[in-house]
């Protein structure tokens, strides 16, 4: 168990329709990522957050937006869904954001089947 | 663009022989690589990693090489157990990145 709480676990919607996924870090890790991992694909780093601030951004959709909230729970907010969107969506914590010392948590990650 | 290439989707292994998973890489600048092995209905874990500084890193059963020069980097499991089947991602960062670039993983398998 990496501490890394992420819901819902497996999420099925239609495209065109708007989903949540929620992520409650480790605690005391003040850094959030989303990453996301679709079919024969590497995980694709979406965005960062640390301590309610956005840090980085990756390969993300103007659809998709994400916040940190002040418990440092994040959420990723993907709209207008398309068959394309269907993934593995990995959040991801750290502590100080050093990733070279391999302190980054993963969460089991949500599903999202986009029918 | 795939800046981390894992070209071996796939990987069978007998029990107690050597695993060798493959990654290469593009980018220049990155300082540190890493691997994360994951299994079903988890997230990935942290392996091992090495610094560009090194040319190996050993942790036990696992030891990771990098060939700078030739932008690639191996991972070598001996021996092989079954409880290593897994799939291995490669990744890199550079330093003070915000930002660690995966591969698409090997999915290892190692037959009893």
């Known amino acids: 168990d990496s501490g890394v709480t992420q819901t819902p676990k497996h999420l099925i919607t239609a495209t065109g329709q708007r989903v949540t996924l929620r992520c409650s870090p480790r605690s005391g890790d003040l850094s959030v990522y989303w990453y996301q991992q679709s079919l024969d694909q590497g995980l694709q780093f979406l965005i960062q957050y640390y301590n309610g601030e956005e840090r980085a951004k990756g390969n993300i959709l103007e659809r998709f937006s994400a916040q940190q909230f002040p418990d440092l729970h994040s959420e990723l907010n993907l709209s207008s869904l398309e068959l394309g969107d269907s993934a593995l969506y990995f959040c991801?914590?750290?502590?100080?954001?050093?990733?070279?010392?391999?302190?980054?948590?993963f969460g089991e990650g949500s599903r999202l089947t986009v029918l | 663009d795939q800046q981390v290439k894992q070209n071996s989707p796939s990987l069978s292994v007998q029990e107690g022989r050597i695993s060798i998973l493959n990654c290469d890489y593009t980018?220049?600048?990155?300082?540190?690589f890493l691997w994360y092995k994951k299994y079903p209905a988890e997230g990935p874990t942290f392996l091992i990693s090495?610094?560009?500084?090194?040319d190996k890193n050993e942790d036990g059963r696992f030891t990771v090489f990098l060939n700078k020069s030739a932008k690639h980097l191996s991972l070598h499991i001996v021996p092989s157990q079954p409880g290593d089947s897994a799939v291995y991602f490669c990744?890199?960062?550079?330093?003070?990145?915000?930002?660690?670039?995966f591969g698409t993983g090997t999915r290892l398998t190692v037959i009893p």
């Open positions: 980018n220049s600048m990155f300082d540190y």
């Open positions: 090495i610094s560009s500084i090194k």
């Open positions: 990744a890199a960062t550079g330093e003070g990145a915000n930002n660690l670039f």
């Open positions: 991801a914590s750290s502590v100080s954001g050093r990733l070279n010392t391999g302190e980054l948590f």
